[in-house]
């Protein structure tokens, strides 16, 4: 599959990880429709948190090494939050009533679920008269959850009056909804223009529904519809009502605060209040309302150069490079600028221009060769295009230039780090080595410090100059002990002492900090293998182990529950939200419980799962256990690891497996290395659904099995892609003689790439062959599925005992 992605490197300037490897998230059959779902309104992506800050704290990775997860936050409480707390404990007969009462409605709107899904995802007329005709059908708040799916589809369609009259039906309906049906419903009536409507729902909204999830959203809804209605005073008080509360660290709070001020002639206050809002939260759609207010008001002359320069950093490292090509590039024609100042925005201009692929060494040359910051940055554009036409002695002669003229700077250590990997790339290790060992000799500080140093030390091993790689992985493990590198430091150092050294129980001692802190990660793996063989043969005298490896421990874990509590009506209510196809407000409905913490995410990964949205479920929980990783299968209940390893199709899967002679513990670990089990994935590459066959190898497949008339979107049927993509397994295996490393490189990068590398070995064994695979992203693949493979097996072997111990007991 050899145009799924291009050869690169981690941190490898302009040649980023595979990015963006799944375009799409849906049920197979609904795939097609993608495009045609319009951008998520305001209120939908607030309900789940909102803007560049929110989107940060969703991304939780464990890469190779230690966990880069921090411990979760102590869970603190809003004024607001210790309120809800109050009425929760002070009404447990109502709550219970209203638990049974939503929870009734959900099992009587269980058949919903999948018409309201189909509408949420396509708005179709088949969609809509599907859910039309069940909310005709049932009363209450099966009916409730109905038409608020009609209103939600509505209000996305832009159909306001539909919105509003389904919203109402929904209001009618049922009480427990009433929230979702208001809020909705108002914000329905502002777009479509009846504002006197919209602010009848929302006054009083936080009093009539305190633990709703739209209570921090209310007050800014209600200042815009009260500014539309032309009543700035009012829209006043509806902040100021919510001044104490959670609602004002919001992004849409400061843009009604501003627009209020604004209204209320308070120009000052108000450029003051829309400055910060676009500094403090520059990604969000209201940051670029602000800017657009400050810009009409004259005001845009308040934000200072080092304000503007913020503006760009902030697009420029959110990856939004042509809106920060047009912010540097305002900046550097700014009048009364310095010479430095312009300058610096005219290269930052240029580096928006290569990453967008738009910049030429004539752009560059004439931009002013200057002695500081700005011109080391200019000099390592140039030597970036220099490596991208593959003009090697003019990219030497600009590091050289960088190296006497700036040999501080900070863009010479990003140029090293770009010119290591190139030669990495080549094979030419020795010089790699050198400039990777000048990188972090000169910049120990730099962000690239850690993985110059570890690839120094192993291209180092696999030159066989095993003295000096033994003194670099010692030194990464005392200088880096946290970087993703360090257990391979301490994997390979661990051989040495085998191989070199002849010290085994020096060896253990490095294998058994890796299996402690990194219990299910690929290097744990071939850890306890290690471990296996040195147990063979008797220990040799040694040095004492380095007290150093008594820093590797697994992180802490947080205690987790693996029930639910039966009164919670948030609960109950985000598996009606479900039933109503209305999936961005579960997570939220649910973290409303304000004793949610240990349970929150487990309790909308099973949501998802029970629904079969085993992708979902997954991510969900991701996000809420970053250190699953470095866990033991013992210290996490059973049941967040069935959802964390789950074995959807499993019948499938191990009847395809038994075909092909494969392992069905390897295909379910590549499906869930590849879509997450999601049977519609469609890659930025086009590989399709859960084994991601790229249609050129499915038609292949098809082919071989006799399959006429077969078509693309038949990849998006999970039992016919299993039934191609083992197929398409077992052939790579043949063609590497069974090798699985050798076999799951070729899947993920192309057997033509896997052809190479094996022939620039020879390779120890597969440890050394998967630390030598050149692409970070195919190495990590490997090492993942392996991963997952023995993963899988230790969770099904430790819910096999757990199920004969439990028999026992029982006797």
Request: charge should be negative; charged fraction near 25%.
């Amino acid at each position: 599959m050899d145009s799924r992605f291009s050869p690169c490197f981690l941190h490898s300037h302009g040649r980023p990880v595979r990015r963006g490897w799944r375009l799409s998230l849906l049920p197979f059959f609904l795939v097609l429709c993608v495009l045609l779902l319009p951008a998520q309104p305001s209120w939908a992506q607030s309900a789940s948190g909102t803007g560049d800050a929110a989107a940060r704290s969703a991304k939780s990775t464990v890469t190779k090494g230690k966990s880069t997860a921090k411990k979760p936050a102590e869970h603190t409480t809003s004024p607001a939050a210790h309120h809800r707390r109050r009425r929760y404990v002070a009404s447990r007969a109502a709550r219970r009533a209203r638990t049974a009462r939503i929870r009734q409605a959900f099992v009587v709107s269980t058949e919903l679920r999948p018409m309201a899904q189909q509408l949420a995802l396509l708005r179709t007329p088949e969609a809509y008269a599907g859910v039309t005709e069940y909310a005709h059908r049932h009363a209450g708040e099966a009916a409730a959850a109905a038409y608020l799916a009609l209103g939600h589809a509505y209000l996305l369609d832009r159909r306001f009056a539909e919105a509003e009259s389904s919203l109402a039906a929904a209001r009618r309906s049922g009480e427990d909804l009433a929230d979702y049906a208001d809020f909705l419903d108002a914000e329905a009536s502002h777009q479509g223009g009846d504002n006197p409507a919209a602010e009848k729902l929302l006054k009083g909204f936080a009093d009539r529904y305190p633990d709703s999830i739209f209570v921090d959203q209310a007050p800014e809804l209600e200042a815009s519809v009260l500014l539309a209605m032309n009543d700035p005073a009012g829209a006043r008080a509806a902040l100021e009502n919510a001044a104490d509360t959670d609602a004002v660290d919001r992004a849409g709070y400061q843009l009604a605060e501003g627009q209020v001020d604004l209204a209320l002639g308070n120009v000052t206050a108000a450029n003051a209040v829309l400055k910060k809002l676009l500094l403090d939260h520059p990604l969000t759609s209201e940051a670029q309302t602000a800017l657009l207010k400050l810009t009409q008001t004259g005001a845009a002359s308040l934000l200072t150069v080092a304000d503007l320069r913020t503006l760009g950093d902030a697009y420029y490292d959110a990856g939004r490079y042509s809106e920060a090509e047009e912010q540097y590039r305002a900046l550097a024609q700014a009048p009364e600028l310095s010479a430095m100042d312009r300058a610096g925005f005219a290269v930052a201009e240029a580096a928006c221009q290569w990453k967008l692929k738009r910049l030429t060494p004539a752009q560059l040359q004439a931009l002013p060769d200057t002695d500081d910051e700005n011109g080391a940055r200019r000099l390592e554009l140039l030597m970036e295009l220099a490596r991208d036409r593959d003009d090697e002695p003019d990219q030497q002669q600009i590091l050289s230039e960088m190296e006497t003229r700036f040999p501080r700077s900070p863009w010479l250590a990003e140029a090293l780090f770009s010119a290591g990997n190139m030669y990495l790339l080549k094979r030419d290790y020795p010089k790699a080595i050198e400039y990777y060992s000048y990188l972090a000799a000169h910049f120990s500080a730099s962000k690239d410090a850690a993985a110059a140093h570890w690839r120094a030390g192993w291209l180092n091993y696999r030159l066989g100059n095993y003295a000096e790689a033994a003194r670099l992985f010692d030194e990464q493990i005392k200088l880096y002990p946290s970087a993703d590198e360090t257990v391979s430091a301490l994997y390979w150092r661990g051989r040495l002492y085998e191989t070199q050294d002849h010290y085994p129980a020096l060896a253990a001692a490095n294998y058994r900090a890796i299996i402690r802190a990194y219990q299910h990660y690929f290097y744990a793996q071939m850890a306890r293998e290690r471990l296996a063989e040195l147990s063979k043969t008797a220990s040799e005298a040694g040095p004492e182990p380095d007290p150093q490896l008594d820093q590797f421990q697994p992180l802490p874990e947080p205690k987790l529950m693996d029930s639910f509590p039966v009164d919670s009506p948030h609960l109950a209510k985000a598996k009606l939200l479900a039933n109503a196809g209305l999936n961005e407000f579960i997570a939220a409905e649910i973290k409303a419980d304000p004793d949610s913490d240990s349970w929150s995410a487990l309790a909308e990964a099973q949501i998802y799962s029970n629904y079969g949205e085993t992708f979902r479920a997954i991510h969900a929980l991701k996000r809420a256990l970053p250190y699953a990783s470095t866990a033991s299968i013992s210290s996490i209940p059973l049941i967040y690891w069935r959802i964390l390893y789950p074995e959807p199709y499993w019948e499938t899967i191990k009847t395809e497996s038994a075909r092909y002679n494969l392992n069905p513990y390897l295909v379910a670990s590549l499906i869930r290395q590849e879509s997450e089990f999601n049977p519609a994935a469609v890659s930025y590459a086009n590989a399709y659904g859960l084994m991601q066959l790229l249609p050129v190898v499915g038609h292949q497949m098809a082919r071989e099995l006799g399959m006429t008339h077969f078509q693309t979107f038949q990849l998006l049927d999970p039992e016919t892609n299993i039934k191609l993509g083992t197929r398409y397994l077992r052939q790579m295996l043949d063609k590497f003689n069974g090798v699985e490393e050798y076999a799951l490189a070729a899947y993920n990068a192309g057997d033509n790439r896997v052809t190479d590398w094996e022939a620039a070995g020879p390779y120890s064994g597969m440890d050394e062959f998967v630390e030598s695979i050149p692409f970070t992203q195919t190495r990590e693949y490997v090492e993942a599925i392996l991963r997952n493979e023995e993963t899988y097996k230790a969770i099904d072997e430790f819910a096999a005992a757990h199920d004969r111990a439990g028999m026992e007991a029982s006797k």
